[in-house]
T-cell receptor, first 114, second 114 residues
Framework: SQQGEEDPQALSIQEGENATMNCSYK?????LQWYRQNSGRGLVHLIL?????REKHSGRLRVTLDTSKKSSSLLITASRAADTASYFC??????????????FGQGTILTVHP | EPEVTQTPSHQVTQMGQEVILRCVPI?????FYWYRQILGQKVEFLVS????????KSEIFDDQFSVERPDGSNFTLKIRSTKLEDSAMYFC????????????FGPGTRLTVL
């Protein structure tokens, strides 16, 4: 399993604005997942995008995937204070025997000010 | 909605003592995981478990650690002789039959070793 690298490390916005976070990875993937972690709490799965998909939506979330650039982005529209959290991407390798192991990076810390 | 539960939420122990952290995964899931997060650091994979045996383990998961699924519903992590550096949040996760599907995380157990 490979680690995704999130960018930026920190993002501070006002409520109602959009937040965009990026993820880069190194080798071919089967899928890429995004997770959220509120301070000191467990991770919450947000969305999974497969390697043959380019864009996926879930509520206020939009995820894109560009396998040629080995990158993904997570867009949160009309952000709310409750979106304040750390966001992680987790690329899942194509093939291999990683048995679903997820490798997390440092994440993007999003702060949404009311 | 089904969820992963973990007990206790906080465990304080003396160095050298044994601790058992308990998890109840989602009932129809077959893949189980333990992760840990030292305060201020990344979430790190410890071990994956499928079909009553360890599928993969990290370098962290040394002989002091063991996992068990004693009764078909619980999934436990045992640390035989705790060290100060074992202080961390420990997260259990589970996923369904498709390895690359999303993992559902529990709220975590905060382990403090004194």
């Amino acid at each position: 399993s490979q680690q995704g690298e999130e960018d930026p490390q920190a993002l501070s916005i006002q409520e109602g604005e959009n937040a965009t976070m990026n993820c880069s990875y190194k080798t071919s993937i089967n899928n890429l997942q995004w997770y959220r972690q509120n301070s000191g709490r467990g991770l919450v799965h947000l969305i999974l995008i497969r390697s043959n998909e380019r864009e996926k939506h879930s509520g206020r979330l939009r995820v894109t995937l560009d396998t040629s650039k080995k990158s993904s982005s997570l867009l949160i529209t009309a952000s709310r204070a409750a979106d304040t959290a750390s966001y992680f991407c987790a690329p899942a390798n194509a093939g291999g025997t990683s048995y679903g192991k997820l490798t997390f990076g440092q994440g993007t810390i999003l702060t949404v000010h009311p | 909605e089904p969820e992963v539960t973990q007990t206790p939420s906080h465990q304080v122990t003396q160095m050298g003592q044994e601790v058992i952290l308990r998890c109840v995964p989602i009932s129809n899931h077959l893949y189980f995981y333990w992760y840990r997060q030292i305060l201020g650091q990344k979430v790190e994979f410890l071990v994956s478990f499928y079909n009553n045996e360890i599928s993969e383990k990290s370098e962290i998961f040394d002989d002091q650690f063991s996992v068990e699924r004693p009764d078909g519903s619980n999934f436990t992590l045992k640390i035989r002789s705790t060290k100060l550096e074992d202080s961390a949040m420990y997260f259990c996760a589970s996923s369904d039959m498709t390895v690359y599907n999303e993992q559902f995380f529990g709220p975590g157990t905060r382990l403090t070793v004194l």
